[in-house]
């Protein structure tokens, strides 16, 4: 008969079912942790505020290509976008697709822009003043718009961030991404139509349904047998921060160890939809969210990215069952062949304990 008197009850060993997408699901296995090995190394921060060499400091615009678009219009820029000089797609040329057999491709054609997100070299996302950061959460809206109204092929448009050459960053001055593509990406085509098909079945959002249930549901599971607790789910237990019209949550299938997710309060599919007055509000969520995470992890290397509803044939369908929302994904560990292998992400953090250890960073108020 097997020992069980040396198993700690803090351990956690389960798959846990992404309930909106559940392919995506996540074995959350904390004694992982303790095995050796070789985590990411924190990203080197280049803190200077100027680097005469780089092209995105203010005072070397001769280096990139001419702006886009810069905030504001007039005087120093404290946000300028540029075209990408080595673009993953583009609108320079036209290829035909074709197909042969069971292989085809369709024309790359889109846009691949880059925003500088701040003047400063190495200032860093929770540094930023919240006004900057509504600021640039406006440019992002606003070329969004403009890239879907400027031809009708674009179907999606992908605004993310990388921090750090393990996350993809190849210039450390700090920068996001604009891609606009005549596809809509798997994952978030995943997203949209397990939604539609939580609404077709249940009447309501299921991202709304994920925020009523962080903010209001609390349950004790007993064992059948013993009559022992075997677990506790809090109110809040998964809430990171929370502003008046935005909420960060720890996802409970979290894949990456110390992933957040920004959501709108209310029901909003389109990020386009947003109130610029209410950009403040998600400014200040988002940099109090980057300074939980500095605290606890500072140094790590991460990507952030923003999923919108389509903008194909079927956006005003989606309306009602999507929920926009920017996801957090700190690098702090490196996938392993059993990851690639399955499609199965390997959580060695448990969410709960992650979402109360950002919680517990005291913050103080900032610009």
């Known amino acids: 008969m097997p020992d069980d008197t040396h198993t700690d009850p803090s351990e956690v060993r389960e798959i846990r079912i992404n309930p ?32 005469e060499t780089c092209p995105f400091c203010r005072g070397n615009e001769h280096k990139t290509p001419p702006a886009i678009l810069t905030w504001p219009e007039t005087g120093d820029w404290q946000i300028r976008m540029v075209e990408n000089l080595y673009p993953v797609l583009g609108d320079d040329r036209s290829q035909a697709g074709f197909a042969f057999g069971l292989q085809q491709t369709i024309d790359g054609y889109g846009r691949h822009e880059v925003i500088i997100d701040h003047f400063e070299h190495g200032i860093a996302v929770h540094e930023m003043a919240e006004p900057h950061l509504a600021a640039l959460f406006g440019v992002y809206q606003a070329r969004m718009r403009q890239l879907f109204e400027s031809d009708p092929r674009l179907k999606y448009v992908l605004v993310f961030k ?27 085509d995943a997203e949209v139509k397990n939604s539609a098909a939580h609404y077709a079945k249940h009447h309501h959002c299921i991202f709304c349904a994920l925020i009523d249930e962080a903010l209001t ?15 506790k789910i809090n109110v809040g237990q998964y ?17 990456y160890e110390w992933e957040v997710h920004i959501l709108p309060l209310a029901h909003q599919a389109d990020y386009l939809d947003v109130n610029g007055e209410d950009l403040a509000d998600l400014a200040r969520v988002m940099k109090r969210t980057m300074a939980r995470l500095d605290a606890v992890i500072g140094g790590a290397q991460y990507n952030f990215f923003l999923h919108s509803v389509p903008h194909d044939s079927q956006q005003q369908a989606h309306a009602p069952s999507y929920h926009w929302h920017l996801e957090i994904c700190p690098r702090t560990s490196i996938p392993t062949g059993f990851e690639l292998g399955s499609g199965l992400f390997v959580n060695t953090v448990n969410p709960e304990q992650a979402a109360e250890r950002l919680r517990a960073v005291e913050l103080q108020d900032g610009p």
């Open 20 to 51: 909106v997408v559940p392919a995506e699901s996540v074995l959350v296995a904390t004694a992982r942790s303790m095995r050796p090995k070789k985590a990411e190394e924190l990203a080197p921060r280049d803190t200077r505020k100027h680097v």
């Open 162 to 188: 990388n921090f750090g050459p393990a996350a993809g960053a190849s210039i450390p001055h700090t920068h996001s991404q604009v891609i606009a593509m005549p596809v809509v990406p798997e994952n978030v």
């Open 217 to 231: 549901f609390e349950a004790t599971i007993y064992d059948r047998v013993s009559g022992a607790v075997r677990r």
């Open 239 to 255: 809430v990171v921060e929370r502003g008046e019209k935005f909420i960060a949550i720890k996802p409970f299938a979290s894949r």
